[in-house]
């Protein structure tokens, strides 16, 4: 065109697919040094902010067994290609009618590997320590299979209006565990009560993880794992998690990359349900009582 032509010296004009209603679903790969590799079927990966992962979830709603089964040999296919040894990523973008396409593969252990360990009963920072140390995989692909449900929130010191990061000192920190009805809770952090979240480094506080032998039973435990986190000291988005997970879309599994932005267009302002705002009133209302007495 005459405009490219003028800035960059090309008139070429390159013509880029349309996903509809993309999803981002991954498939973890792990291979040794023996030319063996294995597909740990999907993680689910749609909901986003600034193309960043915020919730992750194994195994994904949306895909049948005949897809999960097409992704997984397609991207142990990519890492024999290459002779790939260790844990791998190959990522997909995926539309609405379960066509994928290949976005990228991240060589080396993602963020959100804890969903499919806890799936499928591997750890996968164990069989990396072996692979490469020359050990063939202790499993293969036949024993693989999906056990239950497992949800990962991402937990940032960030603004959850603006989505920048907030710095500071950790004046109270204290994690969802070891109360009942939360035993299904695994929270992977390197802070403590008293850290510093500083300006050089990513503003994750930790990665909280649920899981059941269903959905709606990692969800629910979920849900109260954030109502039981306490962080004081710096701005978070655990009210915004736990506004995610509410949402109808969201627990239907009607998502895409596109939900934060479509659900938050406005940013999230934050938002209370009927019985918590009639508690509120209720104890607001005895406060008063009792000053006036």
Request: one cysteine or more; a negative charge.
């Amino acid at each position: 065109t005459e405009e490219a032509m003028t800035a960059v010296k090309d008139g070429r004009l390159l013509i880029e697919k349309f996903i509809d209603n993309p999803r981002h679903i991954e498939i973890q790969v792990l291979g040794d040094q023996h030319g063996n590799v294995v597909y740990l079927n999907e993680r689910e990966c749609s909901i986003q902010r600034r193309n960043q992962k915020v919730i992750e979830e194994a195994p994904s709603t949306f895909l049948d067994p005949e897809t999960r089964r097409s992704m997984g040999e397609q991207a142990v296919a990519l890492a024999k290609s290459v002779q790939y040894e260790s844990a791998g990523t190959v990522e997909f973008l995926v539309d609405s009618q379960k066509n994928f396409y290949f976005l990228e593969m991240n060589t080396r252990l993602q963020v959100e590997h804890p969903v499919t360990e806890i799936i499928t009963g591997t750890d996968l920072v164990k069989e990396m320590i072996n692979v490469a140390s020359g050990l063939p995989l202790s499993f293969s692909q036949k024993d693989i299979d999906i056990n239950g449900w497992a949800i990962e929130a991402r937990v940032y010191a960030e603004d959850p209006v603006t989505f920048l990061p907030s710095i500071g000192f950790l004046s109270h920190y204290m994690e969802p565990t070891g109360k009942p009805g939360l035993e299904n809770v695994r929270v992977d952090t390197g802070i403590v009560e008293g850290s510093t979240i500083s300006m050089f480094y990513d503003p994750m506080i930790s990665k909280l993880v649920t899981y059941g032998p269903t959905r709606d039973f990692a969800l629910k435990v979920m849900a109260k794992a954030l109502d039981n986190y306490c962080i004081k000291g710096v701005r978070h988005n655990v009210p915004l998690l736990r506004d995610i997970i509410s949402q109808p879309q969201f627990i239907s599994g009607d998502i895409s990359t596109n939900f934060i932005q479509e659900v938050y267009s406005d940013g999230f302002t934050g938002r209370m349900d009927k019985a918590n705002k009639n508690e509120l009133i209720a104890v607001a209302a005895y406060m008063h009582i009792k000053r006036t007495e």
